[in-house]
Protein backbone atom coordinates (compact mmCIF):
# COMPACT_ATOMS: atom_id res chain seq x y z
CA UNK A 1 0.00 0.00 0.00
CA UNK A 2 2.42 2.11 0.80
CA UNK A 3 4.54 1.58 -2.50
CA UNK A 4 0.91 2.76 -4.33
CA UNK A 5 0.43 5.76 -2.50
CA UNK A 6 4.03 6.88 -3.17
CA UNK A 7 3.36 6.01 -7.33
CA UNK A 8 -0.11 7.85 -7.13
CA UNK A 9 1.51 11.13 -5.55
CA UNK A 10 4.30 11.49 -7.68
CA UNK A 11 1.71 10.98 -10.95
CA UNK A 12 -0.55 13.76 -9.20
CA UNK A 13 2.47 16.09 -8.29
CA UNK A 14 2.94 15.99 -12.26
CA UNK A 15 -0.59 16.44 -13.53
CA UNK A 16 -0.49 18.04 -17.03
CA UNK A 17 2.38 15.08 -17.93
CA UNK A 18 0.39 12.74 -16.36
CA UNK A 19 -2.82 13.53 -18.18
CA UNK A 20 -1.51 13.90 -21.47
CA UNK A 21 0.35 10.32 -20.87
CA UNK A 22 -2.98 8.55 -20.12
CA UNK A 23 -4.68 10.43 -22.33
CA UNK A 24 -2.26 8.82 -25.36
CA UNK A 25 -3.06 5.43 -23.49
CA UNK A 26 -6.73 5.60 -23.59
CA UNK A 27 -6.68 6.81 -27.43
CA UNK A 28 -4.37 3.85 -28.25
CA UNK A 29 -6.55 1.33 -26.73
CA UNK A 30 -9.65 2.69 -27.60
CA UNK A 31 -8.71 2.55 -31.23
CA UNK A 32 -7.46 -1.23 -30.88
CA UNK A 33 -11.26 -1.88 -29.54
CA UNK A 34 -13.16 -0.50 -31.60
CA UNK A 35 -10.71 -2.19 -34.96
CA UNK A 36 -11.06 -5.28 -33.30
CA UNK A 37 -15.06 -4.98 -32.16
CA UNK A 38 -15.20 -5.16 -35.80
CA UNK A 39 -13.98 -8.30 -36.34
CA UNK A 40 -15.98 -9.91 -33.08
CA UNK A 41 -19.25 -8.59 -34.17
CA UNK A 42 -18.81 -9.77 -37.84
CA UNK A 43 -17.85 -13.10 -36.51
CA UNK A 44 -21.27 -13.63 -33.89
CA UNK A 45 -23.78 -11.55 -36.96
CA UNK A 46 -22.01 -14.28 -39.76
CA UNK A 47 -22.74 -17.30 -36.95
CA UNK A 48 -26.26 -16.53 -36.12
CA UNK A 49 -26.95 -16.01 -39.98
CA UNK A 50 -25.35 -19.14 -40.64
CA UNK A 51 -27.23 -21.05 -37.93
CA UNK A 52 -30.22 -19.35 -39.64
CA UNK A 53 -29.78 -20.77 -43.31
CA UNK A 54 -32.44 -23.81 -44.26
CA UNK A 55 -29.67 -25.61 -46.54
CA UNK A 56 -26.80 -27.35 -45.34
CA UNK A 57 -24.69 -27.03 -48.56
CA UNK A 58 -23.85 -24.75 -50.96
CA UNK A 59 -21.99 -25.19 -54.24
CA UNK A 60 -19.78 -22.84 -55.80
CA UNK A 61 -17.06 -22.72 -58.52
CA UNK A 62 -13.43 -24.77 -57.31
CA UNK A 63 -10.78 -22.46 -55.84
CA UNK A 64 -14.53 -19.64 -55.07
CA UNK A 65 -14.72 -21.34 -51.16
CA UNK A 66 -16.50 -19.01 -48.62
CA UNK A 67 -19.48 -16.59 -49.27
CA UNK A 68 -21.27 -16.20 -52.05
CA UNK A 69 -22.78 -12.46 -51.99
CA UNK A 70 -19.69 -11.00 -54.06
CA UNK A 71 -18.93 -13.90 -56.31
CA UNK A 72 -19.23 -13.76 -59.50
CA UNK A 73 -21.55 -16.21 -61.98
CA UNK A 74 -19.57 -18.40 -62.76
CA UNK A 75 -21.30 -21.91 -62.49
CA UNK A 76 -22.51 -22.05 -66.40
CA UNK A 77 -25.89 -24.05 -67.12
CA UNK A 78 -24.41 -27.67 -67.89
CA UNK A 79 -22.83 -27.50 -64.53
CA UNK A 80 -26.32 -26.74 -62.83
CA UNK A 81 -27.96 -29.23 -65.13
CA UNK A 82 -25.62 -31.67 -63.74
CA UNK A 83 -25.96 -30.77 -59.86
CA UNK A 84 -29.49 -31.44 -60.48
CA UNK A 85 -29.50 -34.48 -62.11
CA UNK A 86 -27.27 -35.65 -59.21
CA UNK A 87 -29.26 -34.17 -56.58
CA UNK A 88 -32.13 -36.28 -58.06
CA UNK A 89 -29.81 -39.22 -57.80
CA UNK A 90 -29.06 -38.30 -54.14
CA UNK A 91 -32.69 -38.35 -53.14
CA UNK A 92 -32.07 -34.03 -51.69
CA UNK A 93 -35.08 -32.38 -50.71
CA UNK A 94 -34.22 -29.69 -53.30
CA UNK A 95 -31.67 -27.76 -55.60
CA UNK A 96 -32.06 -24.13 -55.62
CA UNK A 97 -29.63 -21.67 -57.60
CA UNK A 98 -28.62 -18.17 -56.99
CA UNK A 99 -27.71 -15.14 -58.49
CA UNK A 100 -26.86 -11.75 -55.93
CA UNK A 101 -26.80 -8.02 -57.43
CA UNK A 102 -26.26 -4.92 -55.73
CA UNK A 103 -27.10 -2.07 -56.67
CA UNK A 104 -26.67 1.95 -54.88
CA UNK A 105 -24.29 3.24 -53.03
CA UNK A 106 -22.32 3.21 -49.99
CA UNK A 107 -25.22 4.61 -47.66
CA UNK A 108 -27.58 1.75 -46.51
CA UNK A 109 -30.66 3.69 -47.61
CA UNK A 110 -29.88 4.27 -51.11
CA UNK A 111 -27.95 0.08 -51.46
CA UNK A 112 -29.99 -2.83 -52.59
CA UNK A 113 -28.88 -5.88 -52.25
CA UNK A 114 -31.14 -8.06 -54.70
CA UNK A 115 -31.34 -12.47 -54.54
CA UNK A 116 -32.43 -14.33 -57.84
CA UNK A 117 -34.51 -17.71 -57.05
CA UNK A 118 -36.17 -19.89 -59.74
CA UNK A 119 -39.37 -19.01 -60.43
CA UNK A 120 -41.81 -20.31 -57.75
CA UNK A 121 -39.18 -20.99 -55.47
CA UNK A 122 -40.18 -19.57 -52.12
CA UNK A 123 -37.60 -17.81 -50.27
CA UNK A 124 -38.61 -19.70 -46.66
CA UNK A 125 -37.23 -22.57 -48.53
CA UNK A 126 -33.15 -20.47 -47.69
CA UNK A 127 -34.02 -18.62 -44.63
CA UNK A 128 -37.02 -21.26 -42.37
CA UNK A 129 -39.02 -18.69 -40.55
CA UNK A 130 -39.97 -15.96 -43.18
CA UNK A 131 -43.71 -14.80 -43.26
CA UNK A 132 -45.30 -12.05 -45.99
CA UNK A 133 -46.49 -9.51 -43.82
CA UNK A 134 -48.28 -7.72 -46.44
CA UNK A 135 -48.75 -9.55 -50.14
CA UNK A 136 -46.93 -12.33 -51.66
CA UNK A 137 -44.21 -14.52 -49.98
CA UNK A 138 -43.39 -15.79 -53.08
CA UNK A 139 -42.48 -13.49 -56.28
CA UNK A 140 -43.60 -13.91 -59.62
CA UNK A 141 -42.04 -13.41 -63.02
CA UNK A 142 -42.56 -9.55 -63.07
CA UNK A 143 -42.28 -9.13 -59.21
CA UNK A 144 -40.38 -8.57 -56.22
CA UNK A 145 -40.72 -9.51 -52.57
CA UNK A 146 -38.39 -7.18 -49.91
CA UNK A 147 -37.33 -7.56 -46.60
CA UNK A 148 -38.73 -5.53 -43.22
CA UNK A 149 -35.77 -3.50 -43.08
CA UNK A 150 -35.07 -2.81 -46.92
CA UNK A 151 -38.70 -2.14 -47.20
CA UNK A 152 -38.65 0.47 -44.08
CA UNK A 153 -35.49 2.70 -44.41
CA UNK A 154 -36.26 3.26 -48.26
CA UNK A 155 -39.77 3.44 -47.98
CA UNK A 156 -40.73 0.39 -49.84
CA UNK A 157 -44.48 -1.04 -50.12
CA UNK A 158 -46.47 -2.88 -51.90
CA UNK A 159 -46.59 -1.54 -56.13
CA UNK A 160 -43.09 0.28 -55.52
CA UNK A 161 -40.96 -0.25 -58.90
CA UNK A 162 -37.53 -1.41 -58.53
CA UNK A 163 -35.12 -1.19 -61.64
CA UNK A 164 -32.50 -3.54 -62.26
CA UNK A 165 -31.44 -2.12 -65.60
CA UNK A 166 -33.32 0.92 -67.18
CA UNK A 167 -35.09 -1.07 -69.35
CA UNK A 168 -35.99 -3.94 -66.55
CA UNK A 169 -37.92 -2.93 -63.88
CA UNK A 170 -40.18 -4.99 -61.53
CA UNK A 171 -42.85 -4.16 -58.55
CA UNK A 172 -42.82 -4.94 -54.92
CA UNK A 173 -45.43 -7.57 -54.45
CA UNK A 174 -44.91 -9.05 -50.54
CA UNK A 175 -43.14 -7.26 -47.88
CA UNK A 176 -41.94 -9.42 -45.86
CA UNK A 177 -41.94 -9.65 -41.90
CA UNK A 178 -39.00 -8.59 -39.45
CA UNK A 179 -36.69 -11.65 -38.32
CA UNK A 180 -33.76 -9.71 -37.19
CA UNK A 181 -31.62 -11.44 -39.71
CA UNK A 182 -30.01 -10.88 -43.03
CA UNK A 183 -33.19 -11.75 -45.03
CA UNK A 184 -34.66 -8.50 -43.66
CA UNK A 185 -31.97 -6.88 -46.21
CA UNK A 186 -32.62 -8.51 -48.88
CA UNK A 187 -34.64 -7.93 -52.09
CA UNK A 188 -35.81 -11.24 -53.42
CA UNK A 189 -36.61 -11.42 -57.17
CA UNK A 190 -36.30 -14.06 -59.90
CA UNK A 191 -33.24 -15.77 -60.89
CA UNK A 192 -33.99 -15.02 -64.75
CA UNK A 193 -34.59 -10.89 -64.14
CA UNK A 194 -31.02 -10.94 -62.76
CA UNK A 195 -29.22 -13.02 -65.39
CA UNK A 196 -30.92 -10.60 -67.85
CA UNK A 197 -29.56 -7.97 -65.78
CA UNK A 198 -26.39 -9.21 -65.84
CA UNK A 199 -26.18 -10.46 -69.16
CA UNK A 200 -25.27 -13.70 -68.55
CA UNK A 201 -26.81 -17.64 -68.27
CA UNK A 202 -24.81 -18.64 -65.09
CA UNK A 203 -25.53 -18.32 -61.95
CA UNK A 204 -23.44 -17.46 -58.25
CA UNK A 205 -24.10 -20.64 -56.28
CA UNK A 206 -26.21 -23.36 -56.17
CA UNK A 207 -27.90 -24.39 -52.72
CA UNK A 208 -28.93 -27.86 -51.89
CA UNK A 209 -31.47 -28.23 -48.90
CA UNK A 210 -31.38 -32.03 -47.31
CA UNK A 211 -34.26 -34.54 -46.73
CA UNK A 212 -34.37 -35.19 -43.78
CA UNK A 213 -31.82 -38.12 -42.25
CA UNK A 214 -28.85 -36.97 -44.71
CA UNK A 215 -26.03 -36.28 -43.69
CA UNK A 216 -24.43 -32.82 -45.00
CA UNK A 217 -20.80 -34.24 -45.85
CA UNK A 218 -21.51 -37.47 -47.57
CA UNK A 219 -24.12 -35.70 -49.41
CA UNK A 220 -21.64 -32.85 -50.36
CA UNK A 221 -18.46 -35.18 -51.37
CA UNK A 222 -21.34 -37.36 -53.11
CA UNK A 223 -22.02 -34.18 -55.12
CA UNK A 224 -18.48 -33.19 -55.85
CA UNK A 225 -17.34 -37.00 -57.02
CA UNK A 226 -20.47 -36.94 -59.37
CA UNK A 227 -19.48 -33.12 -61.02
CA UNK A 228 -16.16 -32.34 -61.25
CA UNK A 229 -15.15 -28.43 -60.66
CA UNK A 230 -16.90 -27.85 -57.83
CA UNK A 231 -16.53 -27.57 -54.53
CA UNK A 232 -19.52 -28.08 -52.04
CA UNK A 233 -19.21 -26.67 -48.97
CA UNK A 234 -21.34 -27.47 -45.56
CA UNK A 235 -22.41 -24.94 -43.37
CA UNK A 236 -19.44 -26.22 -40.78
CA UNK A 237 -17.21 -25.32 -43.80
CA UNK A 238 -18.39 -21.99 -44.14
CA UNK A 239 -17.75 -21.61 -40.69
CA UNK A 240 -14.26 -22.28 -40.34
CA UNK A 241 -13.36 -20.34 -43.75
CA UNK A 242 -15.29 -17.69 -42.23
CA UNK A 243 -13.23 -17.71 -38.99
CA UNK A 244 -10.06 -17.94 -41.00
CA UNK A 245 -10.77 -14.72 -42.56
CA UNK A 246 -11.56 -13.08 -39.46
CA UNK A 247 -8.58 -13.77 -38.05
CA UNK A 248 -6.90 -12.33 -40.90
CA UNK A 249 -8.68 -9.02 -40.88
CA UNK A 250 -8.30 -8.89 -36.82
CA UNK A 251 -4.35 -9.24 -37.74
CA UNK A 252 -4.94 -6.29 -40.38
CA UNK A 253 -6.87 -4.13 -37.83
CA UNK A 254 -4.60 -4.83 -34.65
CA UNK A 255 -1.80 -4.01 -37.19
CA UNK A 256 -3.45 -0.48 -38.15
CA UNK A 257 -4.11 -0.01 -34.04
CA UNK A 258 -0.20 -0.56 -33.67
CA UNK A 259 0.77 2.18 -34.80
CA UNK A 260 -1.01 4.33 -31.63
CA UNK A 261 -0.13 1.80 -29.70
CA UNK A 262 3.99 2.27 -30.40
CA UNK A 263 2.59 6.03 -29.65
CA UNK A 264 0.86 5.03 -26.06
CA UNK A 265 3.69 3.21 -25.31
CA UNK A 266 6.50 6.07 -26.03
CA UNK A 267 4.55 8.41 -24.28
CA UNK A 268 4.68 6.00 -20.66
CA UNK A 269 8.04 5.50 -21.72
CA UNK A 270 8.62 9.19 -21.91
CA UNK A 271 6.83 10.16 -18.83
CA UNK A 272 8.47 7.55 -16.92
CA UNK A 273 12.00 8.10 -17.70
CA UNK A 274 11.32 12.38 -17.32
CA UNK A 275 10.50 11.51 -13.98
CA UNK A 276 13.44 9.28 -12.94
CA UNK A 277 15.85 11.83 -13.95
CA UNK A 278 13.86 14.64 -12.07
CA UNK A 279 13.70 12.24 -8.98
CA UNK A 280 17.48 11.23 -8.76
CA UNK A 281 18.45 12.96 -5.35
CA UNK A 282 14.84 11.42 -4.30
CA UNK A 283 15.65 7.59 -4.79
CA UNK A 284 19.49 8.65 -3.43
CA UNK A 285 17.69 9.81 -0.14
CA UNK A 286 15.58 6.32 -0.08
CA UNK A 287 19.04 4.58 -0.90
CA UNK A 288 20.55 6.26 2.03
CA UNK A 289 17.65 5.34 4.14
CA UNK A 290 17.80 1.51 3.63
CA UNK A 291 15.77 1.34 0.49
CA UNK A 292 17.04 -1.42 -1.65
CA UNK A 293 17.59 -1.58 -5.21
CA UNK A 294 14.44 -3.46 -5.95
CA UNK A 295 12.05 -0.96 -4.02
CA UNK A 296 13.21 1.57 -6.45
CA UNK A 297 12.67 -0.82 -9.56
CA UNK A 298 9.16 -1.84 -8.03
CA UNK A 299 8.64 2.06 -7.70
CA UNK A 300 9.48 2.60 -10.69
CA UNK A 301 7.89 0.34 -12.89
CA UNK A 302 4.77 0.61 -10.82
CA UNK A 303 4.17 3.52 -12.15
CA UNK A 304 4.21 2.46 -15.72
CA UNK A 305 1.79 -0.37 -15.39
CA UNK A 306 -0.59 2.22 -13.36
CA UNK A 307 -0.78 4.87 -15.79
CA UNK A 308 -1.23 1.94 -18.23
CA UNK A 309 -3.55 0.04 -16.84
CA UNK A 310 -5.61 2.80 -16.08
CA UNK A 311 -5.50 4.76 -19.44
CA UNK A 312 -6.19 1.01 -20.98
CA UNK A 313 -9.44 0.55 -18.81
CA UNK A 314 -10.75 4.22 -19.94
CA UNK A 315 -9.85 3.12 -23.52
CA UNK A 316 -11.85 0.18 -23.05
CA UNK A 317 -14.42 2.37 -22.16
CA UNK A 318 -14.49 4.71 -24.10
CA UNK A 319 -14.09 1.74 -27.33
CA UNK A 320 -17.13 0.28 -26.14
CA UNK A 321 -18.89 3.48 -25.95
CA UNK A 322 -18.12 3.55 -29.54
CA UNK A 323 -19.33 0.16 -30.45
CA UNK A 324 -22.50 0.65 -29.26
CA UNK A 325 -23.19 4.10 -30.57
CA UNK A 326 -22.20 2.18 -34.26
CA UNK A 327 -24.71 -0.47 -33.11
CA UNK A 328 -27.10 2.13 -33.09
CA UNK A 329 -26.79 3.21 -36.30
CA UNK A 330 -26.11 0.05 -38.36
CA UNK A 331 -29.32 -1.92 -36.18
CA UNK A 332 -31.31 0.94 -37.54
CA UNK A 333 -30.21 0.22 -41.08
CA UNK A 334 -29.54 -3.36 -41.59
CA UNK A 335 -31.12 -4.77 -38.42
CA UNK A 336 -27.53 -6.35 -37.50
CA UNK A 337 -25.00 -5.55 -34.68
CA UNK A 338 -21.77 -5.22 -36.52
CA UNK A 339 -19.80 -4.37 -33.56
CA UNK A 340 -19.24 -6.31 -30.03
CA UNK A 341 -16.89 -5.95 -27.05
CA UNK A 342 -17.09 -9.12 -26.29
CA UNK A 343 -14.94 -10.54 -22.61
CA UNK A 344 -12.28 -11.86 -24.59
CA UNK A 345 -11.81 -8.35 -26.34
CA UNK A 346 -11.72 -7.04 -23.34
CA UNK A 347 -9.05 -8.89 -21.67
CA UNK A 348 -6.82 -9.01 -25.04
CA UNK A 349 -7.19 -4.91 -24.83
CA UNK A 350 -6.40 -4.90 -21.05
CA UNK A 351 -3.19 -7.11 -21.51
CA UNK A 352 -1.95 -5.27 -24.01
CA UNK A 353 -1.87 -1.97 -22.01
CA UNK A 354 -0.04 -4.16 -19.34
CA UNK A 355 2.57 -5.49 -21.94
CA UNK A 356 2.42 -1.82 -22.65
CA UNK A 357 3.48 -0.43 -19.50
CA UNK A 358 5.52 -3.30 -18.92
CA UNK A 359 7.85 -2.25 -21.85
CA UNK A 360 7.71 1.20 -21.30
CA UNK A 361 8.62 1.24 -17.55
CA UNK A 362 11.79 -1.83 -17.45
CA UNK A 363 14.56 0.47 -18.69
CA UNK A 364 13.84 3.40 -17.18
CA UNK A 365 13.03 0.97 -13.53
CA UNK A 366 16.43 -0.88 -14.21
CA UNK A 367 17.98 2.95 -14.59
CA UNK A 368 16.64 4.29 -11.42
CA UNK A 369 17.78 1.20 -9.32
CA UNK A 370 21.20 1.46 -10.65
CA UNK A 371 21.90 5.41 -9.63
CA UNK A 372 25.19 4.61 -7.44
CA UNK A 373 24.09 6.87 -4.19
CA UNK A 374 27.06 8.88 -3.88
CA UNK A 375 25.99 10.55 -7.60
CA UNK A 376 22.55 11.00 -6.75
CA UNK A 377 22.92 12.79 -3.12
CA UNK A 378 25.44 14.92 -5.15
CA UNK A 379 22.35 16.32 -7.13
CA UNK A 380 21.51 19.44 -6.87
Do not use: C, W
Not at 9 to 34: D, E
Not at 119 to 129: Q, R, S, V
Not at 178 to 195: E, H, K, M
Not at 355 to 362: E, N
Amino acid sequence: MELFLLVLRNLLARPVRSLLTLLGVLVATASMVLFLSFGEGLRRALFQELSRVGPAIQVVPEGAEGFVFGALPEIPPETLKALEEAGKALGVRAVVPTLFLTRGGFDPSTSFLFQGLPEGTPPDLLYPGLKAKEGRLTPSEKGAVVGAKVAERSGLALGSVLRLTPRLELRVEGVLEATGGLADNLIFVPLRAIQEALGTENVTAVLVALSPGQKAEAVARALEEAVPGVKAQTTSEVMRFAERALRISDLVRFGISLVALVVGGLLVANTVTMSVYERVREFGVMRALGARRGFIFRLVLLEALLIALLGGALGLGLGALGAFAINLYTLDQVGLALSAVTGRLALFALGVALGLGLTAGLLPAYHASRIPVVEALGRV
